[in-house]
């Protein structure tokens, strides 16, 4: 139990930091705060206290600003400060503005609305059942339902009108709540379960059409609260007095709860989940050490408590069925552990062909996880570790803090599961044929990485791959995972700017507007859609405003094919040069380069971008730019260009 | 009047609420007098009672509670502990 003295020293630390601008140890300060008493008034302390540095916050963090606008119809003031606070606490920094509570609808049909006007980066649309449904609770009151399911079609019809006129005013990212079903109804418990047309069951269906209908709306995501006042305290979630005498829709115990998941919700529209878990083996993976207990000693399989460890095997197993990659990261002797794979097969949820990798021996592990990284080109904050020993969990921590670290309850193993989903980190609002794929692509990688060790001329080498590169207009491909790369590729990223679907939609079909995804393949397999880039002629200059290639294809000249393809592209559409612009971050000096390599020359533009862009241009009269020689280049429009010099297969 | 009249904890939450420095938080401290002790914040200085102290307000006593005097008062009259 904290004291109160450990309370207020952490305010003091949280002052003191904010006065010296110091956001990391004010935002560390402000979570222990928050998470250890949660009390309203300390939360208003923090949010005030960090509030005063958001800049400091945004230049040392790298923290987003999000210009986000409220569309309610219940009182949400009070919880500004537990949403500002949490999210700040996710690195987002929030400007808010809220709507008023009766002009939803206006707000999202109007062109030149507060909303409109206010120019938001994300609206968050908190609506009760009132305003969704009103007429709903009547209609169910028999539980026999004549209407009920016409009423159901008709608001969310309603609502994916109103959806579809915010989102052709606006590119914000949305995020639609759901609604919580009710409880306390007239038919009573029984009723409710066993009648088809109960409130409970109306609701439950009017939920998954919202859901269904904001998966047809880019960059929009629906957010079931019902789910979270069920976890939380069912009767307790809603304080009827404070709802019926403020219109409070959550109750205040529940506040940093509320906003938590609000973040963690809207999040998924603007970061991608980390691909790699690495799990440790003795007390983790099964119960139990190897090396003492042997093969047949380590608990896991049917019975207790082997389950809790089949349970986490089968956790592991789901993520990796969905492109989460898995890797075993262990100090143990690899026979024993092969040996216990063998022997102990039927007891295990998972095989060793369901590892990307494994790092079995007595390196560090921090050793381990950095070769795991370059193994696979990934970021270390790509990486997730689960480890059972408080040691190896610290040292990772201190010497790799871009990695998630979850330490495994080894008293109570049942709670593994809750612990690592309750953590954000693999939270993804699509899954892609791309991410089902990853497992195999990762281990073709491993053959090509040993292949090219083989080879003796690169050349040579990248010619046995056999790569096609298939250009596609990103309205053709899935535009689900152009989205996701321009969210999470850092490294080979020229500009770093995270544009929207919505916005990437318009680079497709503004004239002049190229938005070009690039597929590749080889003789080892599909990686599927791993570049993209999005440009536009502004009269005869064309502007490339992102180009981005996924890690794992670097190297192999798909970064030219594309830049070829985007200057072909320009020239067709009537532009005589290349104006190509980087924005340098912490984590793109790879590409630093990258135009001038192709035979661009500087240019002291004065033009837009970001305040520290380096333009390049190139004169596409004297020079285009040709793909490799050893890529094979399929496209969209290939009639168009197979007569052309730039492509040759 | 002092602000020594006004327990510290009910001055500390009051002060974090409405951003002003314990110091502020006398008996006679009332809603005209701070500019921040709008409406919403009152519902959240409410609140913020109700989750220190484990009381209830009545919801039509709320709006009448517009000085520290009135809140420590009703407070008191709830068996909260200061």
Redesign the interface.
Known sequence: MQTDAERQELRRQIKDSACNRDAGTAIRSARKLVDGWNKPADVMFCASALAGIADAIQDQLGARPLRTYIVRSVTVEPILPFLATEAVFSHYVLDLEVGGYGSYADELLNTQSALVNFKPDLVLILLDVEEIAGRLPDLCSDGLGAGVEAEIEECAGRMAQLLRSLRSRSSARILLQGLVVPDHTSLGDVGDANLPHSLPHAILHLNERLAAICRTVSDCVFFDVDRLAARHGGARWRDARMFLANRLPVSSEFFNVYSRELVRAFSTMYRAPRKVLCTDLDNTLWGGILGEDGAEGIATGSAFPGNCYFTYQSYLKQLSARGILLAIVSKNNEADVQEAFRVRSSDLALNLNQFVACKIGWNEKAKSIRELAEELSLGLDSFVLVDDSPQECEQIRQQLPDVAVIQVPVEEPWKLVEILSEQPFFDALSVTDDDLNRLNEYKAQAQRAQLEDSAIDRNDFLASLEIVCTFQSALQAPLARAAQLLAKTNQFNLTTRRRSAAEIEEFASVEGGQAVVVRVRDRFGDAGVVGLALARNQGESCVIDSFLLSCRVIGRGIETALLAYIGQRALQLGARQLVGEFVPTKKNALCASFYLDHGFVNCDAKNAGDSNSKFFTLDLNTSIPQSPEWIKVEGYESNELSGSPVFTS | MSYQEVPSSLR??LS??F?ITPEEVTPDLNAEKVPTWDS?RH??AI??L???YGV?FD??R?PDLTSVSLIQKELEKKGASL
């Open positions: 500390n939450i974090d609420i951003e919403f519902l959240q609140l913020a109700e989750g220190e209830q919801p039509q709320i």
